[in-house]
């Protein structure tokens, strides 16, 4: 299938944008761009076509599908997550694995909005460098490190909204690796106890079969009651 006139614009987009990122250390594949850190976490900068309907990122059941409209993802990705999804690390990553999932600002026109359009090309690839440099790039080295992801993961509210998995889970994954194993249960623990009362029992279950995975044999959900 030939690509469509807008995907056609994106390709002249990310072009223009690659030498910048190429700069930062990053190697591209398709949409997707990564660069390994010096922690062995994979940073991950990924242009989505949005087939959503949105009016300048806001959604509106009133509106058609807006040709020409992109988001920008940004992730970071824990190799000790891949033995909760059956399988071995990834050497290639797309922000779908990540543990750590956000979406660019807009540009300063509508910087409420995650859409961005790709016309005209040189415009907006000027914008979304611009956003890269003073939103993105940032956020990915908010969480460069394990010690970091581990110091959000203990942070209640604004930092949760960044984790695509349970930050208990994912500092579990990464006390476990380090052999840490009463802390990575602690971990658990506490994401067992922060959960809704009305779905604690079924997602216990959840996190017992995450523990298994992960070798965390402390963790258990009497753990509350017995050591009262």
Avoid at 93 to 105: E, G, H, K, W, Y
Avoid at 169 to 180: D, M, P, Q
Wanted: charged share 25%; aromatic share 10%.
């Amino acid at each position: 299938m030939p690509k469509s006139q807008f995907a056609r614009d994106l390709d002249a987009l990310q072009r223009r944008v690659r030498p910048f990122l190429y700069g930062l250390g990053f190697k591209a594949k398709g949409r997707s761009f990564n660069r390994v850190n010096d922690d062995g976490l994979t940073q991950v900068i990924e242009f989505f076509l949005d087939a959503s309907r949105y009016s300048f990122g806001v959604a509106d059941e009133t509106s058609e599908v807006r040709p020409g409209c992109f988001k920008v993802h940004l992730g970071v990705y824990l190799p000790e997550l891949a033995v909760l999804d059956g399988g071995e690390p990834k050497s290639w990553v797309q922000d779908r694995r990540c543990c750590i999932r956000s979406s660019l600002p807009g540009p300063d026109i509508f910087p409420k909005a995650f859409c961005w359009s790709a016309i005209p090309v040189g415009v907006m690839a000027g914008a979304s460098q611009a956003r890269l440099r003073r939103n993105g790039i940032p956020l990915l080295e908010r969480f460069v490190s394990r010690d970091k992801i581990l110091a959000e993961a203990s942070m209640a509210g604004k930092s949760r909204q960044f984790f695509a998995r349970p930050p208990g889970v994912v500092a579990a994954a990464i006390l476990a690796k380090r052999g840490e194993i009463d802390a990575a249960a602690a971990s658990l623990q506490q994401e067992y106890q922060l959960t809704d009362e009305a779905r604690r029992e079924s997602y216990g279950r959840v996190l017992l079969e995450r523990a298994e995975k992960l070798g965390v044999r402390g963790f258990s959900l009497n753990s509350e009651s017995s050591s009262s």
